[in-house]
């Protein structure tokens, strides 16, 4: 059979990983795919720039369209990234009858409604493995081998870069800035790093979790997002000191009101798997009502975990080339026409458990003032610490855990305790769950 010829735009941390990956593991893949599967075009910006892996007998544009337009190419890996000028790429290679293979969230999150009706249209494949959790077939495990089940939940630590920083920040004591700078350089980090930070690559990559875990339209409006500049070293000690881990998470769950979709830092207890799960290592946690919960583990950024999953998704598409497009696996799981817009829920609608600390003066009363208002707002306390008063401060930090309330009453609950006259600056508020 005539080998597939695949077009890459981008040969940059992860298109040059893929050429590497598809070279190296050429006749293990052939004989998965049944047929070869060769590069013979890529485009990048800068022609004169060293890459990671060898350009020898692939045709290296400056112009994408060259690739795009090529009638030679059956799939296009867009592997360029954001959301921008690449999105009328993808719609021009799809327009174009080709096949696509993306590692690019923010394009899904954002404008994969568009893309999937275009592709469903004209009949080709938009597949996105490597979009979220980098080398981890999550997509695959949720899309295909989860689909007997109702999915209950998901959790996950969906961003490298963001893991590696917290956790060689509580290993090492290492500076922010500097591990970031690391990130960089490893290649783990996004474009602009302030997606990784900020939670806005996991908002990317949880909004398409979600949809196909629940068959809903993407809506990354809808992501509560929160990112890990304000952890402090103070509440990763204290909730050390309380047996949990402070990890950043993206977590879907459905409840009979609505879904919640939510990125922020969160504590785990250190018991569970994913509280250990360190460095730029991405796991997912899903429940299913049909087999409980399961865990996907892996590396969740750079150059060859991620060229696996764009491959994984080439030999999948090569596969899928005779087929019947109405055979295909849906994009989104579920069939288009049973994707539903079950509500997302509102911030004020969640529901959590939480780490709260504030800095009281230390005199009699005080506590009582806090946890009546805390019962006033029906809010249960799970713990309670009261440090000694650092030296010549005359403020003692209050730690409290709470157990699961409705985030509504906490908004309230903190806004009154902020307004007391003995408690001094803001609640440090981290969301707590026992993700038992
Ligand atoms: P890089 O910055 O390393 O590579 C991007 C490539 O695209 C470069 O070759 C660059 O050319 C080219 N490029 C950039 N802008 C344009 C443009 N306007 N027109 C044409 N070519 C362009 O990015 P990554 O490889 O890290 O990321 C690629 C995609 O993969 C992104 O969507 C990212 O989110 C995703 N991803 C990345 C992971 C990682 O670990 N890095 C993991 C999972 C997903 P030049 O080299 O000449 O500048
Ligand atoms: N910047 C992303 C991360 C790349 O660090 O997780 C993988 O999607």
Known sequence: MKPVKVGILGLGTVGGGTVNVLKRNAAEIARRAGREIIVTRASSRDLGKPRICSTEGIAVTADPYDVINDPEIDIVLELIGGAGPVKDMVLAAIANGKHVVTANKSLIA???????????EKGVIVAFEAAVAGGIPIIKAIREG??????????????GTGNFILTEMREKGRDFADVLAEAQALGYAEADPTFDVEGIDAAHKLTILASIAFGIPLQ??????????????????????????????????????????????????????????????NAVLVKGDAVGPTLYYGAGAGADPTASAVVADVVDVTRALTSDPENRVPHLAFQPEAIKDIPILAPDRFKSAYYLRLNAEDKPGVLADVTKILADHRISIEAIIQKEPPANEKAVPIILLTQVTLEKEMNDAIAKIEALPTVTGQVCRIRLETLG
């Open 110 to 120: 954002l404008h994969g409604n568009e893309i999937f009706a275009k592709a469903s």
């Open 146 to 159: 989860l689909s007997g089940n109702q999915i209950q939940w998901l959790a996950g630590i969906i961003n």
């Open 220 to 281: 990354f409006e809808k992501v509560y997002t929160e990112g890990i500049t304000k952890i402090t070293r103070l509440d990763v000690d204290y909730a050390e000191k309380l047996g949990y881990r402070i990890k950043h998470l993206g977590i879907a769950r459905k409840t009979g009101e609505g879904i919640e979709l939510r990125v922020h830092p969160t504590l785990i207890p250190e018991r569970r798997l994913i509280a250990n799960v360190n460095g730029v290592m």
